[in-house]
């Protein structure tokens, strides 16, 4: 009798364990039985990216990317996370998603705590007056409004190109805005809300994105304090390639980036097909879908080859800046990358590669860098006209005792605000002399002059900005700065001695 029960205890497990695995396997038999009778035998798989709803990241999933794929036997799959950029980098790193788009600001600031899973392969765009820093003209009309003003209410996304832009603002322009107490920062769910809560007059100042800029600015109160349409290789999206994909299938890389790159070009000769396909998907009308379309800029196989990923380290120096921008703002600056190394999240071969198989495209493609403006030379007395944007972070400009003669600690300082200057090309540039208070004031204003030209002819002969572009000119001891309280009359007397350089552009 105890034999017959073993027994039959035996086969009741066997039969349990046979069904759990049944419950199991089926799921995988039936994949395989599909596959086998349907046309699924013919394709090579599925091909996750991981995105949101930015205009930018729109060719990389469109109609004509997911057709050309399925052509090359691919089904692609865009998993629209709503900007979850913590979700997209889990995504990549527990092998989810073959593919994600980013920022390069938000790919370093959420890419750390999952060890930086994937590369930049490619970039992707550059925002080009599609976010701005839109101010209610009662309160804020210039950049340094900002920095004056102390009792602010400033909307902005976080987590976003956004706060970013707003980052890079308050750091180049020494704006404090991040650290301050008097300045109220108000978490938005998104450029919408940030628009409404600025309309309703609960924000002083937003940071919108289109089309919610020009919504903002046809109310006819508020008005753009600055854009991205006014920066340089500030706020870059790019294509990261998770790592595994890399080693393990890089003829997967090596076809998504060529056909992206078909796709490109397919839309910048048929231009109208890329209005109408994003008229059909956003509900919005033609004229605000080209509004859009003008907020970004795309970045052709042929930029990306030869500015990006080349000798010129454009793509380097945008991560390197954009952490300097992120630290200078952060109330505790940290090592972002491994050995703070920009190339540890670069990838260049596959880029390289599509180029030589794509080299009919590259070499028919119109470069569309920014090309720098060249600037007429101006009288003093239109200088005189010019409408200042902001003045950058005053940085301590040595020179030697009594003369114009810059110290290298002069020129080192100098090379860091040519470093936050290179953002802004569009705008011309002042520079002010300003002496202490002792001393003659006619000895002071030739003195402050005489620095103020020697900085100029720094910028112009050693690192290449337009002589045109600059005007120099010497305050003396004629506007000094506020004593602050309780600050010792020596370091007052040291604050004094300096170099202002501010952003202008022309009066219409």
Known sequence: MQKHSKFALFILVLGVMGLISYKFLQPHIDDHVYADTSDARNTKGV?????????????????????????????????????????????IANGELDFAVASVDAYITSGKVYRYPASIVAVID??????????????????????????LSIGYTHDSPSEHLLSAISSHFDLNLFKSNNVKRVATAGSSDALSQLIEGKLDVAVLWEPDVSTALAEGNFETIISTDDTKNLIVDVLLANKAVIKNKPEILDRVLATYFKVLKYYRDNPNVLVQELESIT??????????????????????VSAWFSQSQLLF????????????????????LPNNDPYRIIHSPPIQTVQQTLNDIALNEPSHR????????????????????????????????????LTPNGQQQLNLTAESLSHYPNFRILVEGHTGLRGDKALNIELSAKRAKAVKSYLVNQLGFEASRIHAVGKGSDEPLIQLSGESQRRYANRLMRVEIALMSETY
């Not at 004509?64 to 052509?71: A, H």
């Not at 945008?318 to 600056?333: E, K, V, W, Y």
């Not at 600037?375 to 005792?401: C, D, N, Y």
Request: charged residues 25%; contains cysteine.
């Open 283 to 304: 509900d919005l009308p033609n004229t605000q879908v080209k509004q859009l379309l003008n907020g970004v800029r795309w970045i052709g196989l042929n930029d990306n």
């Open 47 to 91: 091909i996750k990216i991981g995105m949101d709803n930015w205009v930018g990241y729109y060719p990389l999933c469109s109609k004509e990317m997911r057709r050309l794929l399925r052509n090359e036997g691919y089904r692609l799959s865009c998993i629209d996370d709503g900007a979850d950029y913590s979700q997209r980098m889990e995504g």
């Open 126 to 151: 550059e925002s080009h007056g599609g976010d701005a820093i839109v101010a209610n003209t009662d309160v804020v009309t210039s950049i340094n409004d900002l920095k004056t003003n102390k009792s």
């Open 317 to 336: 120096d945008t991560i390197d800046s954009t952490i300097t921008i992120i630290n200078d703002t952060s109330a505790t600056p940290q090592q972002w």
């Open 370 to 405: 920014p090309v720098s403006e060249v600037f007429a030379a101006l009288s003093a007395k239109q200088w005189a006209h010019m409408s200042e944007i902001g003045t950058l972070k005053t940085r301590p400009v040595i020179f030697s005792s009594g003369s114009e003669r």
